[in-house]
């Protein structure tokens, strides 16, 4: 099993920054699969980037060119770097891996992933 505990939300103003940690612990060891999901009230979860066991990134349209995920192997977490924040980024912000992962397509599927965080928010005002 794989435990995830997100941290680094909070409240920002528009244009501004946060980062996100997801910090795993339990079975991380092999090839894992990683991504950020978010949902806004009344909305759907959406993906919102995605980091393949060989290096392949995915994003959102929406996100794209202001966030930007990495892995931190010697701290066991990946994080989420958000730059250039808008109101409507404002979410709860979840982490979700998926271990034994060899996927280089629907990275930004969430049924694809077998474990989460259980969400940091994020408002954006």
């Known amino acids: 099993h794989v435990q995830l505990v997100e941290s680094g939300g909070g409240s920002v103003q528009a244009g501004g920054s946060l980062r996100l940690s997801c910090a795993a612990s339990?079975?991380?060891?092999?090839?894992?699969?990683m991504a950020w999901f978010r949902q806004a009230p009344g909305k759907e979860r959406e993906g919102v980037a995605a980091?393949?066991?060989?290096?392949?990134?995915d994003y959102s349209d929406s996100v794209k060119g202001r966030f930007t995920i990495s892995k931190d192997t010697a701290k066991k977490a990946f994080d989420l770097e958000m730059n250039s924040l808008k109101p409507e980024d404002s979410a709860t912000y979840y982490c979700?891996?998926?271990?034994?992962?060899?996927?280089?397509?629907?990275?930004?599927?969430?049924?694809?992933?077998?474990?989460w965080g259980q969400g940091t928010q994020v408002t954006v005002s």
């Open positions: 980091l393949s066991s060989f290096g392949q990134t």
């Open positions: 979700a891996a998926k271990p034994d992962c060899w996927m280089i397509l629907g990275l930004m599927r969430g049924y694809n992933y077998n474990y």
């Open positions: 339990g079975r991380t060891y092999g090839r894992n699969c």
